[in-house]
């Protein structure tokens, strides 16, 4: 048996229905939660603390069946977007504060080396509201963390700090449960969150849980345009037209793209590429081993970040590319121009045939 196991979990809230949510994690899995705002991602978490009764499912932790036990007996953390710290108690007060219920005792040394590790040390004797919101959610995490729950719970915990503190949170964070080898479930809305904390990736939608895999897995093979779509994976239909010599050849309307993926010949199928898997230059490659080469005009140019979102035409399908900025300089690329997009066969992936 997992270490987390949610089976078939319902709960009916009138306007708002959680609709037979399961899943198992391991212990030490790091996961996080995305999904568009009123998926039910915040309800689902508060019904593993145990705010919510579930009208049906169950809900195991390390063995033991939580649904009838009561939140305090449970023994998780749960860290909020807002801190939730109490405003009339020091840093060091609200970290002893959660220790004291659950191994009263000489609580100094660990509360000392639990603030060092975040970073909080220096801190120790003021009040929250004297904080910055990037040392009040070091010190809501070290409330959490100092009591070692045996899952940690985590809403949002970064959205109010700007980019900097975030990372930097982040890191703190990683360092912090790195030795008590902590089960996590986290929701975000921040995709960087996934890559730099999870190993496991959960998509929810009106209620449901889309899908749940690795990182990568999610990323890389999403199983629905939806989920593609959250995660920024080009999601694409077509039709096998041929195989050969451990590939086989897709037809996407006019556009033909080998993949090293196995279907029938004949078989209509999905096709997932993330953006950042295609490249583009102005020239037709002399040497493309390996590679896809498409013709296509590049339509528009989306800043995103520290990257370009380039919309290419490539006969009757769409595609996106994600471009660097320093390789859009270099390409110095504008609307209308036609340009070849390469594609590595192994990032043409077959998520669903049939
Ligand atoms: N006590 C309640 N009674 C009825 N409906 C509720 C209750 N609390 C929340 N909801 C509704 O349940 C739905 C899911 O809410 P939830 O907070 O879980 O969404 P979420 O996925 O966490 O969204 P966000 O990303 O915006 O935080 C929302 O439509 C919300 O209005």
Not at 209 to 214: D, I, V
């Amino acid at each position: 048996m997992s270490f987390v196991e949610i089976d078939n979990l319902h709960i009916n809230l009138g306007e708002f229905r959680l609709k037979g949510v399961s899943l198992s994690l391991d212990r030490g899995d790091y996961l996080t939660i995305i999904g568009p705002t009123g998926a039910g991602k915040t309800i689902f978490l508060e019904s593993i603390v145990g705010f919510w009764r579930p009208d049906q499912g169950n809900i195991v932790l390390d063995g033991r069946e939580l649904v009838n036990e009561l939140p305090e007996k449970r023994h998780i953390g749960i860290v909020y977007q807002d801190y939730a710290l109490l405003p009339h108690m020091t840093v060091y007060q609200n970290i002893a504060y959660g220790l004291k219920k659950h191994k009263p005792g000489n609580m100094d040394d660990a509360i000392r080396k639990m603030a060092g590790s975040l970073h909080i040390d220096h801190l120790l004797h003021r009040k929250p509201t004297t904080l910055s919101g990037g040392e009040q959610q070091r010190a809501a995490l070290a409330r959490v963390l100092i009591v070692e729950p045996a899952l940690l719970l985590m809403d949002e915990p970064f959205s109010a700090l700007d980019q900097q503190t975030r990372r930097r949170a982040r890191l703190l964070l990683k360092e912090a449960i790195r030795d008590q080898t902590t089960t996590v479930i986290h929701i975000t809305h921040d995709l960087d969150d996934a890559w730099a904390l999870a190993n496991k990736l959960a998509v929810f939608k009106d209620g449901r849980l889309l899908q749940l895999g690795a990182l990568h897995e999610v990323f890389n093979r999403p199983n629905s345009r939806f989920v593609a779509e959250f995660v920024g994976t080009g999601f694409y239909r077509g039709t096998v037209v041929s195989r050969k010599n451990g590939s086989v050849a897709i037809d996407l309307g006019g556009t033909c793209l080998q993949s090293f993926d196995q279907a029938d010949q004949g078989v209509p199928v999905d096709v997932a590429i993330r953006h950042e898997d295609i490249r583009v230059s102005r020239n037709k490659p002399a040497h493309a081993n390996g590679f896809n080469v498409v013709k296509a005009t590049l339509k528009n140019i989306v800043p995103e970040g520290s990257s370009s979102l380039l919309d290419l035409q490539a006969d009757a399908i769409a595609m996106h590319a994600l471009i660097p900025h320093r390789a859009m300089h270099r390409l110095n690329l504008h609307r209308g121009d036609d340009v070849y997009a390469w594609i590595r066969k192994e990032h043409v992936n077959i998520v669903q045939a049939g």
